[in-house]
């Protein structure tokens, strides 16, 4: 995994240590953004880092 520049949601939900449900509820809520290719949703592993640091998907600093 750690070569990918896109995971599957269940590889992002793994890497965060999170349920699929909760990625689910934070892509929804714009706090990670996601790429489709054809019908699969792929979250950008750069996307994911930001999260973890505390960045939202615009690179603005998450107050929760």
Do not use: W, Y
Not at 11 to 17: Q, T, V
Not at 24 to 33: P, T
């Amino acid at each position: 995994m750690a070569d990918k520049l896109l995971v599957s949601r269940r590889d992002a939900a793994a890497m965060l240590s999170i349920s699929l449900r909760t990625l689910d509820k934070l892509v929804s809520g714009k706090c990670i953004a996601v790429r489709k290719v054809g019908a699969r949703v792929l979250v950008p592993r750069r996307a994911l880092e930001r999260f973890s640091e505390g960045r939202s998907a615009a690179g603005n600093v998450n107050k929760s």
